[in-house]
T-cell receptor, first 109, second 116 residues
């Protein structure tokens, strides 16, 4: 039973445009949602998080939106840069941190 | 400040053998979590240790076990290896236990296990 879902395995975006990565979850007990970024041969690194009592959090080019009624969150990257090419994992925390399967983002110069 | 260190980085084993992986967390971090990463499955939660106690365990068979020492270093062990155990095993540390903080984890680079 996958509690955190990322239905798009991959995404390609032109440099300078917006990248939107989506994530759905099933457990309403999650109180924090996070995005991690992973380059090949490296461990995941924390990118941005949002509390379940908020609907938006922004950090530079990265913004996360949370829609609790739809159990959906999204990560917006504006503008996208080639260095953003990586696998992005959505994660949710309650009593443990559960990760989605990831979305591979390619930003094309 | 040193990051999370995992050893060994790469290892090859044969079916039926056992393996032990080691993780040294960031200094001061008392929580250590282990994850298995396979293609298409993302990061599957194995277990979390906090102050030498297992707080949580994922949906893995009993062949997967772990422990944490008083200095917060952790080991995980997989016995009777199967081909399907081939994966990247990631260790992550945090100051506090998951569920008591935001869930921000600091990951090591992982141990790549290949079972032949």
């Amino acid at each position: 039973d996958q509690q955190v879902k990322q239905n798009s395995p991959s995404l390609s975006v032109q440099e300078g445009r917006i990248s939107i990565l989506n994530c759905d979850y099933t457990n309403s007990m999650f109180d924090y949602f996070l995005w991690y970024k992973k380059y090949p041969a490296e461990g995941p690194t924390f990118l941005i998080s949002i509390s379940s009592i908020k609907d938006k959090n922004e950090d530079g080019r990265f913004t996360v939106f949370l829609n609790k009624s739809a159990k959906h969150l999204s990560l917006h990257i504006v503008p996208s840069q080639p260095g953003d090419s990586a696998v992005y994992f959505c994660a949710a925390n309650y009593d443990k941190v559960i990760f989605g399967p990831g979305t591979s983002l390619s930003v094309i110069p | 400040k040193a990051g999370v260190t995992q050893t060994p980085r790469y290892l090859i084993k044969t079916r039926g053998q056992q393996v032990t992986l080691s993780c040294s967390p960031i200094s001061g971090h008392r929580s250590v979590s282990w994850y298995q990463q396979t293609p298409g499955q993302g990061l599957q939660f194995l277990f979390e240790y906090f102050s030498e106690t297992q707080r949580n365990k994922g949906n893995f068979p009993g062949r997967f076990s772990g422990r944490q020492f008083s200095n917060s270093r952790s080991e995980m062990n997989v016995s009777t290896l199967e081909l399907g155990d081939s994966a990247l095993y990631l260790c992550a540390s945090s100051l506090a236990a998951s569920g008591t903080n935001t869930g921000e984890l600091f990951f090591g680079e992982g141990s790549r296990l290949t079972v032949l």
